[in-house]
């Protein structure tokens, strides 16, 4: 699975009836920082466990929104290190109101229903 944003992008591009549907996508390449968000500890790794069927269905319940018509997602898996990408998706749709709700909601969902994460210290 590609961890590439454009390629994901040129994915959602590919789907048929792209030209006549969208009007707006937004983009989400979560990385690996270098620092915890609970102490600003140093991060010298982070290990990635994605339940990719709920991602997969949480994107399905994305695109029954009104006016979107792509919600993809893809997730790393295994130990990772800062800098390196964690979760890439995209939200596709007609109009930047119901883009932008979708893309928040399906920031948070995925986050906090998709992915375990465990950070390694110093």
Not at 33 to 49: F, I
Not at 53 to 73: H, K, L, N, S, Y
Request: hydrophobic share 50%.
């Amino acid at each position: 699975m590609s961890m590439d944003i454009t390629e994901l992008m040129r994915e959602v591009k590919a789907r048929p009836g792209f030209a006549e549907h969208v009007g707006m996508m937004m983009m989400h390449n979560g990385v690996v920082r270098a620092w915890s968000r609970a102490d600003h500890a140093p991060v010298v790794a982070m290990k990635v466990t994605p339940d990719r069927e709920r991602m997969a269905a949480i994107c399905r319940e994305m695109e029954q929104r009104p006016g979107i018509f792509a919600a993809v997602a893809r997730a790393a898996e295994g130990i990772l290190h800062p800098g390196e990408d964690v979760l890439l998706f995209v939200v596709a749709g007609d109009l930047r109101e119901n883009v932008k709700a979708a893309y928040a909601e399906m920031l948070d969902r995925l986050k906090a229903e998709s992915c375990v994460k465990q950070e390694f210290f110093e």
